[in-house]
């Protein structure tokens, strides 16, 4: 796979050569303090310098591997005749990260953007996969405009318990049900802990992680496919010395982001998101993505996408059965990009400097039970649907696949929570008072209200129901929920409760009606009871009053908008352009 594209610049072109090339003083402060690590001007002189930002850390499992594979970065990016240094970023660590990785997108965000402007870099290689490190670092990547490509984890390997295949979240919560339920002993809950995740890489159903880098893949920021190879295979060496190879000729050809990523690419993004059953994560990450890429792209578009492109990838939660390591044995996302047919802008390009076209003109696909054609979909239409209504006049999302039919249209009393620890003791009562019909609503959990919008959207169910039977029922929040769960969940609700959305009006006990044919999602309640509780409602505190959790509260948009901070748009102010002194 040779990229067509030309060089077209000299090694006196190089960004970096404004560092080290002048015959001044402060060039020579930069030439004594990269010898004072032992490098001599062959090592560096006249070669594209590769920053690697490393999101790992002792605390993220999902990115343990980086420690290893930024040394075949290194090796591909010598190998190509660059220099590569390696820089260290905060990882996001969705395993462990209190409230909420969500909350920490754009600080990464910013970090990387501000990282390679102020260093001479010459290009990027970013590493990242656990959910939210794959927008942010793209995020920050687009801003900083200069060649780039997206490295990513990979996922994990399947999990196993007493010879059954576990799947990341999906089956936690599964078999949490059960053990409330009392079907599950104490020791066979160690065997579950102890199997469900079993190597390095992210996780391994079609959660935000799989979701999110199969997006950057569509949008032709990674290595055409790189997204679906699990991390332990010895695939995932090979492709990350490529990238180390693959960047230093960006740098020669002047592939910037904006040569890659267009409004073709990013529908490109949203079509394989619909496609492979994508978490409702990807939603707020594709729209601030395209934002930083001022690509004009917004949540009519997703449904849209939506409404036209079947879900083909038979993955777990949203398909049956298989997980991302029968997907990539299955061909993986070349494959499914091929069955995509027409559905793909073909001529968008891919950092591979090859069109998506070229790059799954001969995919293969070797099992279409995972990898499903286009008349044959696990479900006919795509993963995500857009509500709009009384509650949610900015829109909010639902995976129509991955609830129970019978919520498609409901109408049914809502209970209302205002806040994540009072519904959770209040489940937990076997006298609640709730029926499969109702509605259970959880607010103050978005943007603001969360903060960091948490993924507590998948409300767990009361006990009462799960002790019935009963194993969904219709929830409201608006929260995100993890790419890794299911139900019937109406998430994203916009604008959030804590800024005075109508979904800070709802009581317990009003009609809530969804009609998802009719992509509604409203309150039976009439106009002059609203406007009474409008006139009595009152914004609940902010929960920071310092630090970033402040700085986070001032600047951060809603939902619809992608939740990236309003002075981080590219329209916002002058730009701050290159460093001149
Ligand atoms: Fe890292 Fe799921 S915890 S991807
Ligand atoms: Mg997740």
Redesign the pocket.
């Known amino acids: 796979m040779s990229s067509r594209h030309k060089r077209t610049r000299q090694p006196a072109d190089l960004r970096s050569a404004r560092w080290f090339g002048p015959d001044d003083l402060r060039s020579f402060g930069h030439r004594s303090r990269i010898m004072q690590m032992g490098y001599a001007p062959a090592d560096w002189a006249g070669k594209p310098i590769i920053a690697i930002v490393n999101t790992w850390s002792d605390l993220?499992?999902?990115h343990a591997h980086f420690r290893h594979r930024v040394e075949d970065v290194k090796r591909g990016v010598l190998q190509a005749g660059g220099f590569p240094v390696e820089m260290p970023a905060v990882t996001l660590?969705?395993?462990f990260m209190k409230p909420t990785t969500m909350l920490y997108r754009n600080l990464l965000a910013i970090e990387v953007e501000e990282q390679l402007r102020s260093h001479p870099i010459d290009g990027a290689v970013l590493m990242g996969?656990?959910?939210k490190t794959t927008p942010a670092l793209i995020m920050g990547g687009l801003s900083a405009g200069l060649p780039m490509i997206f490295l990513p984890a990979g996922p994990m390997l399947r999990g196993n318990y007493a010879g059954k295949t576990l799947g990341?979240?999906s089956d936690a919560w599964k078999y949490w049900d059960e053990r409330r339920a009392g079907n599950i002993s104490e020791q066979e809950w160690f065997g579950l802990e102890t199997g469900i995740a079993r190597s390095y890489g992210?996780?391994m159903t079609m959660?935000?992680?799989s979701t999110m880098t199969a997006i950057a893949d569509a949008m032709g920021l990674t290595l055409p496919g790189a997204s679906s190879i699990p991390a332990p295979d010895a695939n995932h060496i090979r492709m990350s010395a490529e990238c180390g190879r693959r960047i230093v000729e960006m740098v020669w050809e002047e592939m910037t982001p904006d040569k890659i990523v267009t409004p073709a690419s990013v529908r490109n993004g949203g079509t394989v998101a619909m496609a492979t059953g994508c978490s409702t994560n990807a939603v707020v990450h594709l729209l601030a993505m395209a934002r930083r890429a001022s690509v004009d792209f917004t949540l009519d578009d997703l449904d849209e996408l939506g409404r036209t492109t079947p879900l083909i990838a038979n993955v777990r939660p949203s398909g049956q059965g298989y997980l991302m390591e029968d997907f990539f044995y299955a061909g993986g996302l070349l494959g499914l990009m091929r069955n995509l047919g027409d559905k793909l802008d073909r001529s968008a390009m891919t950092v591979a400097g090859i069109t998506l076209g070229e790059a799954i003109a001969d995919a293969p696909v070797y099992n279409d039970d995972v990898i499903r054609t286009l008349d044959n979909p696990v479900y006919h239409e795509g993963s995500l649907a857009v509500l709009r209504g009384n509650l949610a006049p900015d829109g909010a999302v639902i995976k129509p696949a991955a609830c129970d039919p019978r919520f498609h249209v409901h109408k049914g009393p809502a209970l209302v929570f205002d806040s994540y620890p009072e519904m959770k003791k209040a489940i937990e009562d076997p006298d609640l008072d709730v029926t499969p019909d109702h509605v259970m609503v959880l607010r103050n959990a978005g943007p603001l209200g969360g903060p960091g919008m948490p993924e507590w959207g998948m409300l767990p169910m009361p006990v009462k129901l799960v002790r019935e039977g009963h194993r969904d029922m219709l929830r409201l929040s608006d929260a995100r929920m993890s790419g890794?769960s299911y139900g019937a969940c109406v998430l994203h609700v916009s604008p959030e409760s804590h800024i005075g959305g109508p979904l800070a009006l709802l009581k317990t006990g009003d009609i809530v009606s969804i009609d998802l044919p009719n992509r509604r999602i409203d309150m039976l309640v009439d106009e002059a009871e609203l406007a009474a509780r409008r006139a009595a409602w009152q914004r609940p505190a902010d929960r920071f009053e310092r630090g970033y959790g402040w700085m986070f509260a001032k600047h951060v948009s809603q939902a619809d908008k992608g939740c990236d901070f309003d002075y981080l748009a590219p329209g916002f102010g002058r730009t701050a352009g290159e460093p001149d002194i």
């Open positions: 993220n499992p999902c660590s969705e395993s996969g656990c959910d990341s979240g992210h996780c959660g935000t992680a890794t």
